[in-house]
């Protein structure tokens, strides 16, 4: 089991925004949609974490056009060698689910003392 300290949900609060800001076009909705949401569910696979959000249906939304996750955020964690990486899921045009991964294979730190994100290079260009 996880521990949901605040350097948690510093991480999940930083990701996400991250991950908003990385859509340009779609920014501003991201970001009201965001404000708004509630956390519906948080589930720990051993690997990472899911972060399930609920908009309300009267938050505009995006359009989608098989808009796959955003992906542009990665970050080191402590007690990770290699690190993390986050996907943002919309769902109808909404903030769906925050998945987050890491690439160790040796399993998902129970507490998070200290994190640093970055974009990856790609949404740099």
Not at 44 to 59: A, K, L, M, P, Q
Request: glycine share 8%; net charge negative; proline share 2%.
């Amino acid at each position: 089991m996880m521990i949901i300290n605040d350097e948690f949900l510093s991480l999940e609060n930083e990701a996400m925004m991250m991950l908003i800001k990385s859509d340009k076009e779609n920014y501003s909705i991201l970001q009201e949609q965001y404000k708004n949401a509630t956390v519906s569910e948080r589930r720990f696979s051993g690997s990472g974490f899911f972060t399930e959000y609920h908009v309300s249906n009267e938050i505009p939304r995006i359009e989608q056009k098989e808009k796959g996750p955003l992906r542009s955020v990665y970050g080191r964690i402590s007690g990770l060698k290699i690190g993390v990486g986050f996907l943002l899921y919309l769902s109808d045009g909404l903030i769906d689910t925050l998945e987050c991964h890491e690439y160790d294979s040796i399993g998902f730190p129970v507490e998070i003392t200290d994190y640093e994100l970055s974009y990856s290079s790609s949404i740099l260009e």
